[in-house]
């Protein structure tokens, strides 16, 4: 069974709301609150300036009022301020906390400090809202209070607050209360993304696009961004059509607004590209990687060309055009090391690309030779790289080990890993990821009990962020129910297999190998458990489907057939070659046959 992978995608990245942020707002109707001068029961001062962060989502015009940023050592620090919290009815108290939550970030004295404020500025917006009136000052101060549990690491304290937040605006009062709705379900979905709740967080997103369009129309380009945001989300949890869909969106809204061969044209067929590989449509995926490749060229991308090239490199690898392939990877391995150096980490990519296409066409030394020079980065990685990354290019690493049959070497990599990536946040999807192969591993070189340790471990995690529907989740129930075959844990198998039966069913549909290999998998484990009935229904469904759609050429349908013969026989019948459906073979209420069937135990054949 080929190593399983998971998306690798980061999650978006939560920061402070930006109050100048106009992704639904046309043009400003007053000067916003972060530049003007706050009444406050404190002595005036000269206000220090209010950081402008941005957040990792659909962004503002950044071509407007840009302001001179600060370091902490350079920011001016707000004052001490001890308020008593009778003094919160003060109208003029709220805002003045607020702007003061802000001053105190930019200055660096720390975010207790800052949480200290903006939980007072949220308790005096609060006291003072008029009733029955939405209070957008309350709003903002709520996603301030959520951005700040948010870089403290305490997701689960956020989540509360924003889903408060989103419930305060009303979107039919204009443009502002649109823009605050927006906002608020774009950073409850990405805090939703930082806890591996990819299922809540795409809804989210989807009703904060709804939102905007419903504001700016389906072609204004700032919903161009917020689709391709969603898209970038639907990528990491797999959901390649809903991603493909909202990609020709985005182009279609681009074609409109934006010259030919803009940059934001190319990033986009960037990301169509990378949905078309993985859906297997290689020249739909090359036709676009060539398109975004002579945009980037036209606006003088020499880096971004070259990224591109390893992209392309990487459709001609699995289209087997081998010699296009090195030519592509070495383009852009000669710019990557005149640009960024040797010791780089987009040279490493290159060098594993390299390493795996070496090993396709049978030259071991080379392969091998590559593999060790990734390594040696990713062992000495350059200043400003990510434990992210080192985790990523581990597990390549690792992914060529094991098809080099080195098992062992691959598992200490897969270790590192998870190691790297177990104490942060919105990696428990990758993580789960890494744990599956892991469990391979164990399970490769016989240590079955590990084996079933990793992959529990995996499925709650999966689980718990809601992709339990996925082909990825049904491969790794089919792998683990392999191992509580291993431990002869049957029953447990079987629930297992039928599991995963359902969502590879669903998700690729009965002819698919994977599938075809769950049938067999639950045929010989009913088998075990005396369900002699069960498992020849199962065994003449599959034959039919050989039989009809894919052809009896495969090997596995001799070993099949031959298996069926020996439970007709057993069960003193002939072959019924009018198969029933599927959904009348797994019955609750089947009856067992207390007839044994151990004695044929070694020959089931298990499909891994």
């Given at each position: 069974?080929?190593?399983?992978?998971?998306?690798?995608?980061?999650?978006?990245?939560?920061?402070?709301?930006?109050?100048?942020?106009?992704?639904?707002?046309?043009?400003?109707?007053?000067?916003?609150?972060?530049?003007?001068?706050?009444?406050?029961?404190?002595?005036?001062?000269?206000?220090?300036?209010?950081?402008?962060?941005?957040?990792?989502?659909?962004?503002?015009?950044?071509?407007?009022?840009?302001?001179?940023?600060?370091?902490?050592?350079?920011?001016?620090?707000?004052?001490?301020?001890?308020?008593?919290?009778?003094?919160?009815?003060?109208?003029?108290?709220?805002?003045?906390?607020?702007?003061?939550?802000?001053?105190?970030?930019?200055?660096?004295?720390?975010?207790?400090?800052?949480?200290?404020?903006?939980?007072?500025?949220?308790?005096?917006?609060?006291?003072?809202?008029?009733?029955?009136?939405?209070?957008?000052?309350?709003?903002?101060?709520?996603?301030?209070?959520?951005?700040?549990?948010?870089?403290?690491?305490?997701?689960?304290?956020?989540?509360?607050?924003?889903?408060?937040?989103?419930?305060?605006?009303?979107?039919?009062?204009?443009?502002?209360?649109?823009?605050?709705?927006?906002?608020?379900?774009?950073?409850?979905?990405?805090?939703?993304?930082?806890?591996?709740?990819?299922?809540?967080?795409?809804?989210?997103?989807?009703?904060?696009?709804?939102?905007?369009?419903?504001?700016?129309?389906?072609?204004?380009?700032?919903?161009?961004?917020?689709?391709?945001?969603?898209?970038?989300?639907?990528?990491?949890?797999?959901?390649?059509?809903?991603?493909?869909?909202?990609?020709?969106?985005?182009?279609?809204?681009?074609?409109?607004?934006?010259?030919?061969?803009s940059l934001e044209e190319a990033a986009d067929r960037r990301l169509v590209a990378l949905i078309y590989e993985a859906k297997g449509d290689y020249e739909s995926?090359?036709?676009?990687l060539v398109l975004a490749s002579m945009a980037m060229i036209a606006n003088g991308q020499e880096t971004e060309v070259a990224a591109i090239d390893v992209s392309?490199?990487?459709?001609?690898?699995?289209?087997?055009?081998?010699?296009?392939?090195?030519?592509?990877?070495?383009?852009?391995?000669?710019?990557?090391?005149?640009?960024?150096?040797?010791?780089?980490?987009?040279?490493?990519?290159?060098?594993?690309?390299?390493?795996?296409?070496?090993?396709?066409?049978?030259?071991?030394?080379?392969?091998k030779s590559y593999c060790e020079n990734t390594l040696r980065i990713y062992n000495k990685p350059v200043p400003g790289t990510t434990q992210e990354e080192v985790?990523?290019?581990?597990?390549?690493?690792?992914?060529?080990?094991?098809?080099?049959?080195?098992?062992?070497?691959?598992?200490?990599?897969?270790?590192?890993?998870?190691?790297?990536?177990?104490?942060?946040?919105?990696?428990?999807?990758?993580?789960?990821?890494?744990?599956?192969?892991?469990?391979?591993?164990?399970?490769?070189?016989?240590?079955?009990?590990?084996?079933?340790?990793?992959?529990?471990?995996?499925?709650?995690?999966?689980?718990?962020?809601?992709?339990?529907?996925?082909?990825?989740?049904?491969?790794?129930?089919?792998?683990?129910?392999?191992?509580?075959?291993?431990?002869?844990?049957?029953?447990?198998?079987?629930?297992?297999?039928?599991?995963?039966?359902?969502?590879?069913?669903?998700?690729?549909?009965?002819?698919?190998?994977?599938?075809?290999?769950?049938?067999?998998?639950?045929?010989?484990?009913?088998?075990?458990?005396?369900?002699?009935?069960?498992?020849?229904?199962?065994?003449?469904?599959?034959?039919?489907?050989?039989?009809?759609?894919?052809?009896?050429?495969?090997?596995?349908?001799?070993?099949?057939?031959?298996?069926?013969?020996?439970?007709?026989?057993?069960?003193?019948?002939?072959?019924?070659?009018?198969?029933?459906?599927?959904?009348?073979?797994?019955?609750?209420?089947?009856?067992?046959?207390?007839?044994?069937?151990?004695?044929?135990?070694?020959?089931?054949?298990?499909?891994?």
């Amino acid at each position: 069974m080929p190593g399983l992978v998971s998306a690798k995608t980061p999650p978006p990245r939560i920061s402070l709301s930006n109050p100048d942020n106009n992704q639904i707002r046309t043009t400003p109707d007053k000067p916003e609150t972060g530049n003007s001068r706050l009444p406050s029961p404190i002595p005036k001062r000269t206000p220090s300036p209010s950081p402008s962060t941005s957040r990792a989502r659909p962004s503002p015009d950044r071509s407007s009022g840009k302001k001179k940023q600060q370091t902490p050592d350079t920011a001016e620090k707000p004052p001490a301020v001890n308020i008593d919290d009778s003094a919160l009815d003060n109208p003029d108290l709220g805002p003045f906390l607020l702007k003061l939550a802000r001053d105190t970030i930019a200055s660096g004295e720390g975010l207790n400090k800052a949480l200290d404020y903006a939980t007072r500025a949220t308790k005096s917006f609060e006291r003072c809202a008029v009733d029955g009136e939405p209070s957008l000052d309350l709003v903002m101060s709520l996603h301030v209070l959520a951005a700040i549990y948010c870089s403290l690491g305490r997701f689960e304290e956020a989540i509360p607050v924003l889903e408060r937040a989103i419930g305060v605006p009303e979107v039919s009062k204009g443009a502002d209360h649109a823009l605050a709705s927006f906002s608020g379900y774009m950073q409850l979905g990405d805090t939703y993304s930082m806890v591996g709740l990819l299922d809540k967080s795409i809804e989210c997103y989807k009703d904060g696009l709804k939102i905007q369009i419903e504001a700016l129309g389906e072609t204004d380009p700032r919903v161009a961004e917020t689709c391709r945001y969603l898209a970038e989300a639907h990528v990491q949890a797999m959901q390649f059509d809903e991603a493909e869909k909202l990609c020709k969106q985005t182009l279609e809204i681009h074609r409109v607004h934006s010259a030919p061969a803009s940059l934001e044209e190319a990033a986009d067929r960037r990301l169509v590209a990378l949905i078309y590989e993985a859906k297997g449509d290689y020249e739909s995926a090359l036709e676009h990687l060539v398109l975004a490749s002579m945009a980037m060229i036209a606006n003088g991308q020499e880096t971004e060309v070259a990224a591109i090239d390893v992209s392309i490199g990487n459709i001609y690898q699995s289209l087997c055009r081998f010699d296009e392939a090195v030519f592509s990877y070495q383009k852009a391995l000669t710019v990557f090391k005149s640009s960024k150096g040797e010791n780089h980490l987009s040279v490493a990519s290159v060098y594993i690309r390299l390493a795996d296409l070496y090993y396709k066409t049978g030259k071991l030394r080379e392969s091998k030779s590559y593999c060790e020079n990734t390594l040696r980065i990713y062992n000495k990685p350059v200043p400003g790289t990510t434990q992210e990354e080192v985790a990523c290019g581990l597990s390549d690493i690792a992914a060529m080990y094991e098809s080099m049959n080195e098992p062992e070497e691959a598992l200490k990599l897969l270790q590192r890993a998870m190691k790297l990536l177990e104490d942060k946040a919105g990696q428990q999807s990758t993580i789960a990821g890494l744990e599956a192969r892991v469990g391979v591993m164990y399970y490769t070189i016989g240590r079955y009990a590990e084996a079933l340790s990793s992959f529990e471990s995996a499925v709650a995690k999966l689980r718990a962020s809601g992709e339990r529907k996925s082909a990825f989740f049904g491969v790794l129930l089919n792998q683990m129910g392999l191992a509580c075959v291993q431990l002869f844990k049957i029953d447990e198998a079987a629930e297992l297999f039928e599991e995963a039966r359902a969502i590879l069913e669903q998700e690729y549909g009965p002819c698919h190998q994977d599938t075809l290999g769950v049938y067999s998998n639950l045929a010989a484990t009913y088998d075990a458990m005396g369900r002699i009935e069960d498992a020849i229904e199962i065994l003449e469904y599959v034959l039919k489907l050989r039989e009809e759609k894919l052809g009896t050429a495969n090997p596995d349908f001799d070993d099949e057939k031959n298996r069926l013969t020996e439970l007709l026989k057993e069960a003193g019948r002939s072959r019924n070659r009018k198969a029933k459906s599927l959904e009348t073979l797994i019955d609750p209420n089947s009856k067992r046959s207390k007839k044994e069937t151990t004695k044929r135990w070694g020959g089931l054949g298990f499909r891994i």
